[in-house]
């Protein structure tokens, strides 16, 4: 088995996957742990993605160096994202994320895996496109998978009268995943299993998984999940669902019941 396959199999074992994703407080800031303050901290993260069983943990670079040893042994694959961006600018701009770390760096903390967000339809998606196509090539020269999180988004859509959770919309961006070579691509879910199911097609053999979005109900967050799953999706990467939950453990539970059957 080369080392990539070896990476496929610890983040989604028997194809299936159940990611936690903790890059939100460079995405979105502090506010996304206002909910539940004990999120802001590493350590509670780390506690839930190793007491929940999840397949993998999303860090940008600062925790996964500073937390590099005790991410290691807890057994959890590492998924370092390597562009971010926070979201005091302006709305108005067009997004654009820039590459901060390399996948050298991310493999200096052990990282199986790396991940990186384009924004299609932006003015810049050239540029996140470019980026990520070599974050591609150089994570596989060191068997490490590439992770896409492709959300379209920006004024083209808006001027076309789309949306970024249309089926043609988010079946491109997951479509633009597979063309570029990542492994697996990270889309908002559309709405319905035949929308999904378009989208995990159009991305065929690159495996998607459903990203969270806001927190919401157990119930409604749990029919979305088994939704995806319906649809063909290898699982999900997700996090206020999760970590803002007043049971984490609980709802992680839940979440390993309808992915993995047990
Ligand atoms: P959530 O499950 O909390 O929505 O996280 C998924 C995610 O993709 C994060 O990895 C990322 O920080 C965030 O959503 C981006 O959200 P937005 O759609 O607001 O840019």
New binding site residues.
Partial sequence: MTNLETNLKLIAPNGKAMIL?Y??GF??GPR?FSENPRSANFEYILQIAKEGGFTGL?AHMGLAEKYKREICDSGIPLIVKLNGKSELPSLKEDPYSPQLYSVEDASAVWAKAVGYTVYSGSKYEAQMNKEFAQIIRTAHTKGMLAIG?M?PRGEGLKEKGLSDKDESVVAYGARIGLELGADIV?V?YTGSVESFNWVVRCAYPTKVVM????KTTDEEFLADVRDVLSAGACGI?????VWQNKYPLEISKKLRETIFNK
Avoid: F, I
């Fill in positions: 994703a890059d939100q995405e979105h996304d999303v999180w959300y990270k908002k990203s969270g979005g806001p990467a997700v996090g206020r669902n």
